[in-house]
DNA sequence: GCCTGGATTGTCT
DNA sequence: GACAATCCAGGCA
């Protein structure tokens, strides 16, 4: 009697709990006609009462999706360079959400090594990396990993139910001792142990 | 290998 | 007007 991960009800919980669950799923992405995949291995939580997420003062235009249902992706742009994906966690309301910082490239290789400009290594190893590796943009903020297009759905005209960035799990279970450490790149609640990553990963 | 600084723009004060 | 949940190139060892 679990809840599974095509069930919104699988990412609505908190967002320490849920991006430990993350780990070892597939990232899977349908962007430009091509079809990427790879395995998460590193994340980050961020909670509404945490003063290094984007929710800590309140809803604003950038970041009412991750104050809205769980299981959307929340897109920003990092340094006015890079996009850095989320998937948002908790319930409808709470602004916590899971950066996703790194992933193993399983599917797409090729597409990936092209989209970073045709570097063949290190292709995901960053969450601004992940998401060009990916494809995934500003555009792509808001929509639904679970492809219901629910809510507004004013982005794209598929109507095939098929989302375009989704995650699968295919099996491969979270790791029984996650690496667990303090977040990257922020200057509040520097020591909050917050991310997770696979063991052995490279 | 490790350290440094520059790129570049949306968002909030 | 300051700053940011980052990445890369270049310098030096």
């Not at 709470?94 to 400009?117: F, K, N, W, Y």
Request: net charge negative; glycine share 12%.
């Amino acid at each position: 009697m679990s809840v599974d991960i095509t069930e919104r009800r699988w990412f609505e919980r908190d967002a320490p709990d849920l991006a430990v669950d993350l780990l070892n799923k597939l990232l899977v992405t349908q962007i430009d006609g091509v079809r990427c995949a790879g395995r998460i291995i590193e994340v980050e939580a961020y909670t509404s009462d945490d003063p290094a997420s984007h929710t800590f003062n309140g809803i604003t235009d950038r970041n009412a999706v991750m104050f809205g249902r769980p299981a959307h992706l929340y897109v920003y742009l990092s340094y006015g360079i890079h996009s850095c994906a989320n998937v948002v966690a908790g319930s409808d309301g709470d602004g916590q959400a899971v950066l996703l910082r790194a992933l193993d490239p399983v599917d797409g290789i090729e597409a990936m090594t092209a989209r970073r400009s045709g570097r063949r290594r290190q292709l995901a190893n960053g969450p601004g990396k992940l998401c060009q590796a990916m494809g995934i943009g500003l555009k792509h903020g808001g929509l639904d990993l679970l492809g219901h297009d629910d809510d507004h759905g004013h982005h794209g005209h598929h109507g095939h139910g098929l989302a375009d960035v989704a995650i699968v799990d295919d099996g491969v279970p979270p790791p029984g001792a996650p690496i667990i450490g303090p977040r990257i790149g922020i200057s509040k609640a520097v020591e909050a142990p917050w991310r997770f990553r696979t063991p052995g990963a490279l």
